[in-house]
T-cell receptor, first 114, second 113 residues
Framework: KAGVTQTPRYLIKTRGQQVTLSCSPI?????VSWYQQTPGQGLQFLFE???????NKGNFPGRFSGRQFSNSRSEMNVSTLELGDSALYLC?????????????FGPGTRLTVL | DQQVKQNSPSLSVQEGRISILNCDYT??????FLWYKKYPAEGPTFLIS?????DKNEDGRFTVFLNKSAKHLSLHIVPSQPGDSAVYFC????????????FGKGTKLSVKP
């Protein structure tokens, strides 16, 4: 089975621009979660989608948004980029709808905001 | 306020010996715990998990222990190998927050040959 894929792997943007990141989960996985990793804050949860619905949301401003498509692929958008948005953005997918289970991570998208 | 804490930023161990990585949590609603390993420029890789109804889970060289009363868990790696050198993250889930893993800040393990 192919793993979680994320595109692009690297991205450079300037302040004020917007960016869209893409994530394709493992085949059959319906839950997709997004995380931001920075050196100071570690891995922080952004949001989680299941069956095209946002099921959970972390403590991030409204500039961060996401969506999930019917094939479970997910996109995350950041508008009006700030320098502090520079981070590794990780997507993770999991299989089961209800029971706790492990999340499988993609390689991440490294976003640099200049 | 950090709900999952890994108080040791780094750990150095000799090859063949035991590595013990520790993790503390504050939220009593957490009922599922996971350990991930992360290499630079890669996403975290799932290692092992434990439900709060258990106090131990073993998978090959990896064993996770959970002490609910102390809100503490630990990951034991025996024997340690140089390829185990990576950053290890403890994560917790629970309290209705499905799909939301709360991570510690990680411990960098170095296994010396």
């Amino acid at each position: 089975k192919a793993g979680v894929t994320q595109t692009p792997r690297y991205l450079i943007k300037t302040r004020g621009q917007q960016v869209t990141l893409s994530c394709s989960p493992i085949s059959g996985h319906r839950s997709v979660s997004w995380y931001q990793q920075t050196p100071g804050q570690g891995l922080q949860f952004l949001f989680e989608y299941f069956s095209e619905t946002q099921r959970n949301k972390g403590n991030f401003p409204g500039r961060f948004s996401g969506r999930q498509f019917s094939n479970s692929r997910s996109e995350m958008n950041v508008s009006t980029l700030e320098l502090g948005d520079s981070a590794l953005y990780l997507c993770a997918s999991s299989h089961l709808a209800v029971d706790y289970n492990e999340q499988f991570f993609g390689p991440g998208t490294r976003l640099t905001v200049l | 306020d950090q709900q999952v804490k890994q108080n040791s930023p780094s750990l150095s161990v000799q090859e063949g010996r035991i590595s013990i990585l520790n993790c503390d949590y504050t939220n009593s609603m957490f009922d599922y715990f996971l350990w991930y390993k992360k290499y630079p420029a890669e996403g975290p890789t799932f290692l092992i998990s434990i439900s709060s109804i258990k106090d131990k889970n073993e998978d090959g060289r990896f064993t996770v222990f959970l002490n609910k009363s102390a809100k503490h868990l630990s990951l034991h790696i025996v024997p340690s190998q140089p390829g185990d050198s990576a950053v290890y993250f403890c994560a917790a889930m629970g309290g209705g927050s499905q799909g939301n893993l709360i991570f510690g800040k990680g411990t960098k393990l170095s296994v010396k040959p």
